[in-house]
């Protein structure tokens, strides 16, 4: 199932959900995006160095 763990009151709640319905946490928006343009940035550089 789609479900994630509330960092905030340890509850499960939906994958999708903004914000946890028992305690209010706000989730954040899609850490993940960021995580892939970091790597994608890194890859670049690292291309960069091979060339130069
Ligand atoms: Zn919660």
């Given at each position: 199932m789609s479900q994630k763990?509330?960092?905030?009151?340890?509850l499960e709640v939906a994958q999708d959900a903004d914000e946890c319905p028992y305690c209010q946490y706000e989730f954040p928006d899609d850490p993940g995006n960021i995580s892939y343009f970091i790597i994608l940035?890194?890859?670049g550089l690292l291309l960069l160095w091979m060339l130069f």
């Open positions: 763990e509330c960092p905030s009151c340890a940035l890194m890859i």
